[in-house]
């Protein structure tokens, strides 16, 4: 099974504050979609393209071994990386520029991952993460497969990004936990914390869970990421409230969780269950638009 969504962590301790810049006007980067991954062509220190996934999931930009070696990114430390499927420790290094689409972000520590370990990896170059992508502000459009970038000022919406006629919208507050973006979604009887997450395939609870109304399957499945295996159990959530959207019978896994995970996340939100997402990360707020 493919993973759903991956986080690397234990960078905090090392000095480097990734900095962003977007031309004007509004841009459109085209994207590939497959099994929910969404990969752009990026350049990385001036060279490339190389494919790298969108991962709203991931805290850090991570790099395959081959990658790294072909833009002479220098190794800086050595840290542990964890998942949902466990943690190891990688290499990390020095990336001077990314750039994507009218987009760069300088002074990014990547860590080494081997993508080709998990399925579907084969053919992607590494993974944009959160540290590259929390100051921007961006709409993932699924339907036509595509991101529009919006300035650093101003408000988003208008020209490419027009809303789509017949869609239900969504404003969500974005928390920040452990490097990540965090959605407190009221349920019926509970409160329910996500990982908004572009890498996801499916939703994903970690057990035990806020009470959802959920139907277990007995089907089982394992969970791969580049930080290991784990097994986890499939599930079908009849019920799930997304700001004013309702989601119905939408297909998860439940996995226990590991010791990497926070107490305060209950699980990972992928997003292309939405037509189009608004992340506007400078004022911490999600937009979501289903038909």
């Given at each position: 099974?493919?993973?759903?969504?991956?986080?690397?962590?234990?960078?905090?301790?090392?000095?480097?504050?990734?900095?962003?810049?977007?031309?004007?006007?509004?841009?459109?980067?085209?994207?590939?979609?497959?099994?929910?991954?969404?990969?752009?062509?990026?350049?990385?220190?001036?060279?490339?393209?190389?494919?790298?996934?969108?991962?709203?999931?991931?805290?850090?930009?991570s790099v395959s071994l081959k990658t790294a070696e072909a833009i002479d990114a220098p190794v800086v430390a050595r840290a542990p990386m964890g998942s949902a499927a466990g943690s190891r420790m990688t290499l990390v290094v020095r990336i001077d520029a990314l750039t994507v689409g009218p987009v760069t972000v300088g002074d990014l520590l990547a860590s080494v991952v081997e993508l080709a370990e998990i399925p579907d990896g084969e053919g992607i170059d590494g993974v944009i993460g959160l540290d590259a992508l929390a100051s921007l502000r961006y709409t993932i459009d699924f339907r036509q497969r595509r991101v529009v970038w919006w300035p650093a000022d101003g408000e988003v919406g208008g020209g490419e990004g027009a809303r789509v006629r017949g869609c239900e919208e969504s404003t969500l507050e974005l928390q920040s936990s452990g490097g990540r973006f965090l959605l407190a979604l009221p349920q019926r009887n509970s409160l329910l914390r996500l990982v908004p997450d572009t890498?996801?395939?499916?939703?994903?609870?970690?057990?035990?869970?806020?009470?959802?109304?959920?139907?277990?399957?007995?089907?089982?499945?394992?969970?791969?990421?580049?930080?290991?295996?784990?097994?986890?159990?499939?599930?079908?959530?009849?019920?799930?409230?997304?700001?004013?959207?309702?989601?119905?019978?939408?297909?998860?896994?439940?996995?226990?969780r590991d010791r990497s995970e926070p107490a305060e996340v209950d699980g990972l939100l992928p997003l292309h269950l939405f037509d189009r997402v608004t992340v506007d990360g400078p004022r911490k707020r999600l937009i979501v638009e289903k038909s």
């Open positions: 099974m493919r993973a759903p969504g991956f986080v690397v962590l234990g960078l905090v301790a090392i000095a480097s504050t990734p900095h962003a810049a977007v031309t004007l006007p509004p841009a459109v980067t085209p994207f590939e979609r497959g099994h929910g991954d969404l990969v752009l062509a990026v350049r990385l220190n001036g060279r490339g393209p190389f494919r790298l996934l969108l991962d709203t999931g991931s805290t850090h930009t890498g996801a395939t499916s939703l994903l609870l970690f057990a035990p869970h806020a009470a959802l109304p959920v139907t277990r399957l007995p089907a089982l499945a394992t969970l791969t990421t580049p930080s290991g295996h784990t097994d986890v159990r499939m599930a079908t959530v009849r019920e799930l409230h997304v700001g004013t959207l309702t989601l119905r019978d939408v297909p998860a896994v439940v996995a226990d």
